[in-house]
C-alpha cells in the first residue's frame, strides 16, 4: 500500500514537472516573437522558413539588415586648368608637327553658356611672364596644328601641348627674351607634343636664328603675351563641309587670343565648344550662318553680321579687338 502510494506522489510530481517545463517554453517562445517583432524594420525584412530535408522542422527567423544610403555624387572636377605655367624639367627637344584634321562630331547639342559672362582665365594670362627653354624645328610654309594655312612670314612658334591649351594658345603673340638680351615676336601657329613641357616654345629655325646661335639647339628663355601689330580686321571661315546641319567656325587674323564664339540662334547666344584643331562647333547646326560673338581674353565682345555660310572661304569683317 505504502508503494502505490509512492509511485501515485511519483506520477503527480513528473505530471507538474512536464506541465511547468511547457508553460515555461510557450512563454518564452511568446517572448522571443515580440522582440522580434519590434526590431527597427523588420516587418518588412524579416523571412521565416521551414527546412524540407533530413532533420528539418524547427523555423529559422532571418534578420536582414538596412540597406546603408547612397553615397553622394562626387563634385565635377574643375575644368580650368592652373593659372601658370612651371618651370620645364625636360631635357629632350621637342619638334612640332602638323596635326592632321579630326573626323566630323557626330550630331549632338553643344552645351549652352550664359551671354555676357566674363571667360574663363587659361593658362597664359595677360601681364603674366613665363619662364621656359626655346628649341628649334622645320616649319615648312608656317601652317600647323591650328590650321590658320601658309603664314605670311615664318616668325611662328609651336606651344607645348600643356599652355597650347586645346588650341586656346592659337594665334597669340608672343614676345620671347633670351639670357643675351635678343628678343622676337612670334605668333603661334602649332603645337609642340610631349617632351615639350610647360614653358617651352618650339621656335621656326628662322625665328630661333634671331634669338640666339642655332648650333645651341635649345636656350633659356622668358615670354610674354603681346596684342598683334596688325590694324586689319579679323576674318572669320566655316570648315569644309559646313552646311545648315552642322558646321565649325574659325577665326583669323585676331589681335588678341579669342576665348569664346557664340553664334545667335532662336533661343538667344549660344557658345559653341573649341576643338583642338582651333574650329568652334555647332553639331546640330544651330546658329550656322547667323550672327556670331567673338569674345578675346581680355572680355571684349565683338558682334559679326552678314556672314554667309560657305565653306573654306576667309571672310574679312569689320572689327578687330583693342590692342593692350
Not at 566630323?104 to 611672364?129: D, N, V
Not at 591649351?165 to 639670357?179: L, P
Amino acid at each position: 500500500m505504502h508503494t502505490a502510494r509512492q509511485a501515485a506522489r511519483q506520477r503527480r510530481r513528473r505530471h507538474r514537472l512536464i506541465t511547468g517545463t511547457a508553460v515555461v517554453m510557450t512563454a518564452a517562445g511568446a517572448l522571443v516573437c515580440l522582440v522580434t517583432a519590434m526590431l527597427p524594420g523588420q516587418q518588412a525584412r524579416t523571412g521565416t522558413g521551414a527546412g524540407t530535408g533530413a532533420g528539418a522542422g524547427t523555423a529559422a527567423t532571418v534578420l536582414v539588415q538596412p540597406d546603408a544610403a547612397p553615397s553622394a555624387p562626387a563634385a565635377p572636377a574643375p575644368t580650368d586648368s592652373p593659372p601658370a605655367a612651371a618651370t620645364p624639367t625636360a631635357t629632350s627637344t621637342g619638334a612640332a608637327g602638323t596635326a592632321t584634321e579630326a573626323p566630323r562630331p557626330s550630331a549632338e547639342a553643344s552645351p549652352q553658356a550664359a551671354s555676357g559672362t566674363a571667360p574663363a582665365p587659361g593658362r597664359i594670362r595677360p601681364g603674366t611672364t613665363y619662364k621656359g627653354v626655346a628649341t628649334a624645328y622645320a616649319a615648312g610654309d608656317g601652317n600647323g596644328a591650328c590650321l590658320f594655312g601658309p603664314s605670311d612670314d615664318l616668325m611662328v612658334a609651336a606651344m607645348n601641348t600643356t599652355d597650347y591649351e586645346s588650341s586656346r594658345a592659337c594665334g597669340a603673340y608672343v614676345r620671347v627674351r633670351a639670357a643675351n638680351g635678343a628678343s622676337i615676336t612670334v605668333r603661334i601657329t602649332n603645337e609642340c607634343p610631349l617632351p615639350c613641357a610647360p614653358g617651352q616654345l618650339d621656335l621656326s629655325q628662322q625665328a630661333f636664328a634671331k634669338l640666339a646661335d642655332p648650333q645651341l639647339g635649345r636656350v633659356p628663355i622668358t615670354w610674354s603675351l603681346l596684342s598683334s601689330p596688325t590694324s586689319a580686321p579679323l576674318s572669320v571661315r566655316y570648315k569644309t563641309g559646313s552646311s545648315p546641319h552642322w558646321c565649325g567656325i574659325q577665326v583669323i587674323g585676331h589681335r588678341n587670343p579669342v576665348a569664346r564664339l557664340e553664334v545667335r540662334t532662336a533661343k538667344g547666344w549660344r557658345a559653341l565648344p573649341r576643338t583642338a584643331y582651333n574650329y568652334f562647333l555647332a553639331a546640330d547646326g544651330s546658329g550656322c550662318g547667323g550672327a556670331m560673338r567673338i569674345t578675346d581674353i581680355y572680355g571684349e565682345q565683338l558682334t559679326v553680321e552678314g556672314t554667309a555660310l560657305l565653306p573654306d572661304v576667309i571672310q574679312p569683317t569689320r572689327v578687330q579687338f583693342t590692342p593692350h
